[in-house]
């Protein structure tokens, strides 16, 4: 079994800030950082709630001016970790001129799906002289490498399932839909959509007892999307995604190695020994 190391990554350039979504990712990542002595700011838009002490917030109307404002303080390098929401209202009254010039590049961005968005901010953001990077530039080792993370070794069945629901994955993501399907006895019961993960487990445990017996359990499956921008959105797994697999009666959850993240590592592989789940971090379909 895999053996998790959350090492910080070494001493770099001190001038990074974390842009902050929702979910414990951000905090995951500045711990990281701290411990290596690294310093870094953190910034979140308004209206989100994160879980580290004293970030700054900003708006989405004046964003363009901040991002301004942090390559004045130094800022060199920009990681945006976290869950993102499409903002459900703006003040137009807020909005300052060259936010306002971008905004309509942003906004058709949403109407393609999360990846899209993000490119097209990250894009934005590297246009006002700034770098996006990711997590593995600056904290490899929060990534997980292949291995059996919790749980007994899944049985062949378990793996074909695994395969088959990697490949749905790849499928759905070739038109930025999600980053995660659920299959059962080679039969796919669910993949994940704009509300996300915990939604799709939920209803599956909710149609359940609807599913002939000969459909079995199942397993999760997530992993980036196709092309994604890998510095950005990439799929985590935690405590909650655990609950929730066992609520739905699945067997085990899998993800892509290198290419998504334990949240909370060490509650989620005791949840899943103690549900008895499988948590395995398997091999990418294409390297």
């Known amino acids: ?23 414990v990712m951000p905090r995951m990542l500045s711990e990281a950082l701290t411990r290596a002595g690294r310093e870094h700011l953190v ?26 404002s942090l390559e004045k303080r130094g800022i060199q390098q920009v990681v945006m970790v976290g869950k993102f929401h ?14 306002l010039m971008a905004a309509p590049r942003i906004l058709a961005s949403l109407r393609s799906g ?3 968005a993000l490119r097209a901010l990250a894009q934005i953001i590297e246009e006002l002289g700034l770098q996006v990077v990711g997590i593995e530039e600056v904290a490899p080792n929060l990534l997980t490498q292949p291995g059996l993370y919790a749980g007994r070794v ?7 399932d695994v395969e088959r629901a990697a490949y749905i994955v790849e499928a759905i993501s070739a038109v930025d839909v999600g980053q995660g399907a659920v299959v059962a006895a080679g039969l796919c019961l669910a993949t994940e959509a704009l509300p996300g993960t915990d939604a799709m487990l939920d209803w599956i445990s909710a149609i359940r007892p609807q599913l002939p017996d000969a459909v079995g359990s199942g397993v999760l499956y997530k992993g980036p999307k196709l092309h994604q921008d890998r510095r950005m959105d990439l799929p985590g797994i935690g405590p909650i995604t655990v609950a929730k697999a066992a609520a739905a009666g699945l067997t085990g959850i899998a993800w892509e190695a290198r290419g998504a993240l334990l949240l909370d590592a060490e509650r989620t592989m005791a949840d899943a020994e103690r549900l008895g789940l499988f948590l395995w971090s398997r091999e990418p379909l294409r390297r």
């Open 114 to 116: 999360d990846d899209a």
């Open 1 to 23: 079994m895999v053996r998790l190391e959350l090492r910080a990554a070494s001493m770099g350039d001190p001038s990074l800030a974390i842009i902050a979504g929702s979910g």
């Open 86 to 99: 499409r903002p459900k209202s703006l003040n137009v009254l807020r909005f300052e001129a060259p936010t």
């Open 43 to 68: 910034c979140f838009p308004q209206g989100l709630e994160v879980e580290i002490e004293g970030a700054e917030p900003f708006y989405f109307e004046r964003s363009i001016s901040f991002f301004k």
């Open 154 to 160: 899944p049985t062949e069945a378990e793996r074909a």
